[in-house]
C-alpha cells in the first residue's frame, strides 16, 4: 500500500482490524535481518589489495588501536595521527604492548598538517573523525598530498537523514566537537570531488553495525542511560563535571539517533 507516511491516521484505522495481529506485526520487526559487523569496514579496506610492504595512514587513530588491527589483518605499515597528546601517550603504550607494534608507529599531528612527506601512503583509513574537521577542503588535499598517484581513502563517518530536527544536530554538534556542516552528505560528496578525487564506493551501512552489537550482546544501557542523565542533569554534572557530562549525553543520544534512523553510518571510498 502507498503511504506518504505523514497524513494523519484515523482512530478507526489505529485501533480498528489491521489484518493483523500487533504480536505478529512485532514478531516481524524482531527478527534479524542478519547485519554486518563493523568490521566490514576492513573488509573494504581489504579490497584495496594493500598488504604487507603496504604503508597506510591511520588519520584521528586515537589510541592506535585501529592501526594494530590493520597491521595485524594486512601485514601492512600503518602510521597513527591524532591531535590529542594524552591519545598518542595511550597509543604509544598500546604499541610496545602489542604483538604486531612494530610495523606501527604513532605521531601528534591533524588531517590538515599531516606529519609525512609526499606521496609515501598506498591508503589512507579514517574512521569517525572527518566530523571533528572545519576546513575539509584542505584536510583531503593534504590526504592527496601524502597518498601515492592512484592511492585510496577509506572514510566512515556519520550524516544527518531527514528525520534528524535541526535543535537535534545543533545540540549534537556542539556536545561532541563536531562542525555541524560535516553532518551533511551531499556537501561532502561535493567537497570531496572538488578536492579531486572520485568516489568509488559508497556503503550506506546506516544502523547494520549497531544492530549486530545489539543482537550479539546482552545489556544495552544507552536508553536508560539518557533517561538518567536528562531527569537529573544537575546531579550528575555535580558529580562528573559539566563537560563530561554534555560528551556522555551526546555520545549516547549519538549512538541511540544512529540506531533510529536520525543518523546514518556511511563507508565511502575515494581514489586520488
Ligand atoms: C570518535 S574518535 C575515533 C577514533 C578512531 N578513529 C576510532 O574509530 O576508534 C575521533 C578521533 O579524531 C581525532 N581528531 C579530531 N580532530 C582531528 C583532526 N583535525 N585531525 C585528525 N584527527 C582528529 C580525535 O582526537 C579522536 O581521536
Redesign the pocket.
Known amino acids: 500500500m502507498a503511504d506518504d507516511f505523514t497524513t494523519p491516521l484515523t482512530v478507526e484505522q489505529m485501533y480498528g482490524d489491521w489484518g493483523i495481529e500487533w504480536e505478529d506485526a512485532v514478531a516481524m520487526a524482531d527478527l534479524s535481518l542478519d547485519p554486518r559487523p563493523r568490521t566490514s569496514m576492513y573488509d573494504a579496506f581489504g579490497a584495496l589489495g594493500v598488504g604487507e610492504g603496504g604503508y597506510v595512514l ?6 592506535a ?2 592501526a594494530l588491527e590493520l597491521a595485524e589483518r594486512f601485514g601492512c605499515r600503518v602510521l597513527s ?4 597528546q594524552a ?1 598518542i601517550d595511550l597509543g604509544s603504550q598500546a604499541i610496545a604492548d602489542h604483538e604486531h607494534g612494530h610495523l606501527v608507529d604513532n605521531e601528534l ?4 598538517d599531516i606529519p609525512a612527506p609526499h606521496n609515501v601512503f598506498d591508503a589512507v583509513f ?4 572527518i566530523g ?3 576546513d575539509l577542503e584542505g ?1 583531503l588535499a593534504e590526504c592527496r598530498r601524502v597518498l601515492r598517484p592512484g592511492g585510496a581513502m577509506v572514510i ?1 563517518d556519520v550524516f544527518a537523514t531527514p528525520l534528524l530536527e535541526p535543535k537535534e544536530a545543533a545540540r549534537l554538534s556542539a556536545d561532541l ?1 563536531q562542525v555541524p556542516e560535516r553532518l551533511d552528505s551531499e556537501l561532502f560528496e561535493r567537497t570531496v570531488e572538488a578536492a579531486g578525487f572520485t568516489i568509488d564506493v559508497i556503503d550506506r551501512v546506516a544502523s547494520e553495525w549497531l544492530e549486530h552489537l545489539l543482537e550479539s550482546e546482552d545489556g544495552e544501557k544507552r536508553l536508560l542511560r539518557a533517561a538518567r542523565l536528562n531527569r537529573e542533569r544537575d546531579r550528575f554534572v555535580e558529580q562528573m563535571g559539566v563537560v563530561p557530562y554534555r560528551v556522555v549525553l551526546g555520545n549516547t543520544l549519538w549512538t541511540i539517533y544512529r540506531m533510529i534512523g536520525k543518523l546514518e553510518d556511511r563507508v565511502y571510498v575515494i581514489r586520488a
Not at 58 to 63: E, F, S, T, Y
Open positions: 591511520d588519520i584521528g587513530g586515537r589510541d588501536a585501529q595521527v591524532d591531535p590529542v591519545n599531528g591533524s588531517i590538515n579514517s574512521r569517525d573523525m571533528h574537521v572545519e584536510a566512515h566537537a
